[in-house]
């Protein structure tokens, strides 16, 4: 059965270093999305991407977040400047349609900023 | 603005008997899906059962069936015959695009 992909799944930086988080959806998946989940708390939309462009976006998702499918498989989010509370538990999941369509989610990659 | 509330942060529940997991919402959009998702220790999050709001019917998928009442603006989720392996987090969620979540309630399974 096909499954969201995410590397790696724990990642240790230190603060102010720039993190990429890699993620691989369903192939004929056309919405991709990353989430958060601080330790012990709720999951967290960050961002929904569809045709190469973001379609929303939470208010977390600031100036230094950024999305990219650099090819026809990856997904990426990228943490340009990280700080302590970005470390998280960041899911990405994938969807064949935008409004009600079942979310997949990938297995998170844990972050962790020291 | 969308909203799904669960109100029991930890239940228990012995060994192959049922339990009922609540959820309730809050939305003016007409068209939502919502959703029940699992965590495990491990931390992936595993999609469970999904109910339309047009859906007439409530879903069942295998143990999994989900209590829709669209009134009163709830989705439980019911797990019958409850398994060791049921033991998790498990998060309501409600989609109109994005996905918003519960806080979630864990499930203890106890042998």
């Known amino acids: 059965e096909p499954e969201v992909t995410q590397t790696p799944s724990h990642q240790v930086t230190q603060m102010g270093q720039e993190v990429i988080l890699r993620c691989v959806p369903i192939?004929?998946?056309?919405?991709f999305y990353w989430y958060r989940q601080i330790l012990g708390q709720k999951v967290e939309f960050l961002v929904s991407f569809y045709n190469n462009e973001i379609s929303e976006k939470s208010e977390i998702f600031d100036d230094q977040f950024s999305v990219e499918r650099p090819d026809g498989s990856n997904f990426t989010l990228k943490i340009r400047s990280t700080k302590l509370e970005d470390s998280a538990m960041y899911f990405c999941a994938s969807s064949v349609g935008p409004q009600l369509d079942t979310q997949y989610f990938g297995p998170g990659t844990r972050l962790t900023v020291l | 603005a969308q909203k799904i509330t669960q109100t029991q942060p930890g239940m228990f529940v012995q060994e192959k008997e049922a339990v009922t997991l609540d959820c309730t919402y809050d939305?003016?959009?007409?068209?939502?899906?919502l959703f029940w998702y699992k965590q495990p220790s491990s931390g992936e999050m595993i999609f469970l059962i999904y109910?339309?709001?047009?859906?007439?019917q409530n879903a069942t998928e295998g143990r999994y069936s989900l209590n829709f009442q669209k009134a009163r603006k709830s989705a439980n989720l019911v797990i019958s015959a409850s398994q060791l392996g049921d033991s998790a987090m498990y998060f309501c969620?409600?989609?109109?695009?994005?996905?918003?979540f519960g806080q979630g309630t864990e499930l203890s399974v106890k042998p």
């Open positions: 939305t003016s959009d007409q068209s939502y899906g």
């Open positions: 969620a409600m989609r109109g695009g994005k996905l918003i």
């Open positions: 192939s004929n998946h056309l919405y």
């Open positions: 109910q339309g709001s047009y859906d007439e």
